[in-house]
């Protein structure tokens, strides 16, 4: 028995010699390994390079690159973003860009899937437009950009704007005018589009952004505005495939309350969301209304040389308007603030606090007057939205 106990011990450690403990995970193939990296940020997936030989370049094979710069704030950021860049007083910002660079340079020149570059700090403008041109010449697809610059726009490079494989942009200014608004866009296959805190007028603004995206289904406008005293008056929106439309705290201000205006030319939009100061929103006649709405307005009145009262009428007034419009919406949602701002048209009665979160029942006369102003509602709610708040990191 000894002997056969030996015999098969031996056994197995030759059969131990022979098939050492490998590393499953290492010995994945190189697309695999690369995708599971994708999920990390860039500085992260650099890092994995320590680990083995195995991991030294997976790295450069990341089809995502995700680039962040912050304000330096040790109590708020120290522990959730550990990876980051911060710019201590400026300091970083160099060291930033040569790492960005570097990074750019070294990696293997496939597709990418997403490429995000968010600012907190300013940045050089030429560094800015370099990285975006990167993108587009290794087709991107969604691509995140916060710009903040302020010496000179970033001007987007052409290739950008004709790309055939884009098919998510999201363009946020940090401060105004940090990338300047292309009067065209040539983009195929785009489908999802949000603008954050652009100016429209008559010298960057010909309705061919929009008009261009023949595949645009999701158009995201937030703090955006026209331009007080310009030519431009009425920012049309035509785009035949659009299903969503959100605009989110337009910034015109009060005085070009009259005079400005969006003209929306949707056929197959399917929701609709407005949020912030009430503006003037014109849906084309000959258009199908939506199915579904969600509205939340408030009344400007922090300027105290304006008629408050004037201004509660008109808001009042646009936004009776603005559900007319949408007479045959089957979903219709309006938040607690929109109700209780325009008590001289909707009055809200029996509300609790406890009860605030859920739908908020409304006196007789309102609800016919909801259901006559749109009659192919199945569905009437009074909510209070939630807190939103802008994406740190763009």
Partial sequence: MEANDRKKMTRNEQKDEEMPDLDRLSCLPDSIMSHILSFLDTISAIKTSMLSKRYRFL????????????????????????????????????????????????REHSSLTMFRLSLHVPAGSEFIRNCIDYAAR????????????????????????VSPSLTILHLNNAVCSSIELPKSLSLPNL????????????????????????SLETLVLNKCWIRPADKLKTLGVNCLNLKNLEIKYWRSPWRCFLEQSISVNA???????????????????????????????????????????????????????????????????????????????????????????????????????????????????IEIPKVQSDDITG
Wanted: with cysteine; net charge positive.
């Fill in 267 to 381: 056929p197959a939009l399917d929701f609709f969301k407005f949020q912030g100061h009430i503006a003037k929103v014109k849906f084309r006649d000959d258009s199908p209304c939506v199915n579904k709405a969600w509205i939340d307005i408030c009344c400007p009145t922090a300027c105290a040389s304006f008629d408050v009262n004037g201004r509660m009428e008109s808001s009042s007034e646009s936004l009776i308007e603005m559900i007319r419009q949408l007479r045959n919406v089957k979903s219709l949602s309006l938040s607690l603030r929109t109700v209780e701002e325009q008590k001289n048209i909707l009055k809200c009665s029996n509300v609790k606090p406890k009860e605030a979160a859920r739908p908020v029942a409304i006196s007789t006369h309102v609800l016919s007057f909801l259901l006559e102003t749109s009659p192919c509602t199945e569905f009437l709610s």
């Fill in 59 to 106: 790295w450069t094979l990341s089809p995502i690159l995700d680039f962040k710069l912050l304000r330096f704030n040790p109590y708020r950021f120290s522990r959730c973003y550990p990876n980051d860049f911060f710019d201590p007083k400026g300091l970083n910002v160099l060291s930033f860009e040569a790492h960005v660079n570097h990074v750019l340079q070294r």
């Fill in 138 to 161: 290794h087709k991107v697809r969604h691509l995140r950009i916060r710009s903040y610059t302020k010496q000179g726009s970033v001007v987007l490079p052409r290739l950008l704007l």
């Fill in 191 to 214: 489908k999802i589009l949000r603008l954050k805190n652009f100016e429209f007028s008559d010298s960057n603004y010909n309705g061919e952004v929009f008009s261009g995206c023949l």
